[in-house]
């Protein structure tokens, strides 16, 4: 049974960094994509970033492109997702989830397995 846990979520000030990770268990498949979402209260979940797992090429939403970074360390089963020069607008509860469609995107429904989330919130 495929697992996902995020962690590394917190509080953090407008230009200030944070690290997420999450870890996934129970997972056999050879190709993959791990990718990143949001929901920030009141809004639709939306998509941050994604991996796939053969070549490592990954995908970014326009409103965080140069300012996150998405990696992964196959040893660890754990993807990564960098968050730098954070904005108010980034708060929300962080997800990663992982899906074997072909491709990479940022479409939730093409995902098959959810972690629980990890909140981050960026304010003054």
């Known amino acids: 049974q495929t697992q996902l846990v995020e962690s590394g979520g917190g509080l953090v000030q407008p230009g200030g960094s944070l690290r997420l990770a999450c870890i996934a268990s129970?997972?056999?498949?050879?190709?993959?994509?791990i990718g990143w979402f949001r929901q920030a209260p009141g809004r639709e979940r939306e998509g941050v970033s994604c991996?796939?797992?053969?070549?490592?090429?990954?995908l970014y939403a326009d409103s965080v492109k140069g300012r996150f970074a998405i990696s992964r360390d196959k040893a660890k089963n754990t993807t990564y997702l960098q968050m730098n020069n954070l904005k108010p607008e980034d708060t929300g509860v962080y997800y990663c989830?992982?899906?074997?469609?072909?491709?990479?995107?940022?479409?939730?429904?093409?995902?098959?397995?959810w972690g629980q989330g990890t909140q981050v919130t960026v304010s003054s």
């Open positions: 129970g997972f056999t498949s050879d190709y993959y994509v």
């Open positions: 991996i796939e797992s053969r070549e490592g090429s990954t």
């Open positions: 989830a992982v899906g074997t469609f072909g491709g990479k995107y940022l479409l939730d429904t093409l995902y098959d397995d």
